[in-house]
């Protein structure tokens, strides 16, 4: 399912600089999502890149391997220092990992150490959590902040598509849970025990969603962060 921008070829983010992290994963995609909205996308591998960026997205991939490569690349010290300073950023998968204050089960290396994560968001995830790549399952979800996209009918749902994602067990102060899956609606209910998980958060200009709305052509999450970028949401 197609869901367009609210305002079709109205280039939602005109006049923006959006960079997205393009060290491994899905890149590709969420590039082309800003760019459909309108804003430039910049491809970002090395710390001078980040300069002039109105926002930036973490995608879909692997957290560990984006960890890591984000230290040889000379990127995590920067990454880390422009989030807090306040850059808008948007996490999909692998980036809801990495904005992440806590990962219940972090990966090890050889030595023994626990990934890292760049941090910003006060929210623990859990890896995997719906299961590896057999257990990916699709399903709509109610998720808050999308009013500037109803009509008479409402809002509609958003088609979530859950490719190996995360889901977070714990939020603190400040964060605003934006949509949760049900038991029912998951790959493996039996394995949530009757609660809803939360895949999507929202703290300030931090946002953070479990799911890959640029696989699917679910196009207002990315304007919501373009949104939160020039302070309208």
Known sequence: MTTPLSLPGSGAGSG??????????????????????????????????????????????????IDKLARMFELRDPLRERIQAGLPVYGSCAGMILLAADIADPALDLSGNPQQTFGGLDISVRRNAFGRQRESFETDLEFKGLEFSADESGVAPVHAVFIRGPWVERVGAGVEVLAQVEPSKAGHPESLDGTARIVAVR?????ATSFHPEVTGEKRVHELFIRMIRGEA
């Open 16 to 65: 923006l600089r959006i960079g997205v992290l393009a060290l491994q994963g899905d890149f590709r995609e969420h590039l082309h999502a800003v760019e459909a909205a309108g804003a430039t996308g910049i491809g970002v591998r090395r710390p001078a890149e980040l300069d002039g960026l109105d926002g930036l997205i973490i995608p879909g991939g692997e957290s560990t391997t």
């Open 203 to 207: 703290s300030g200009k931090l946002l």
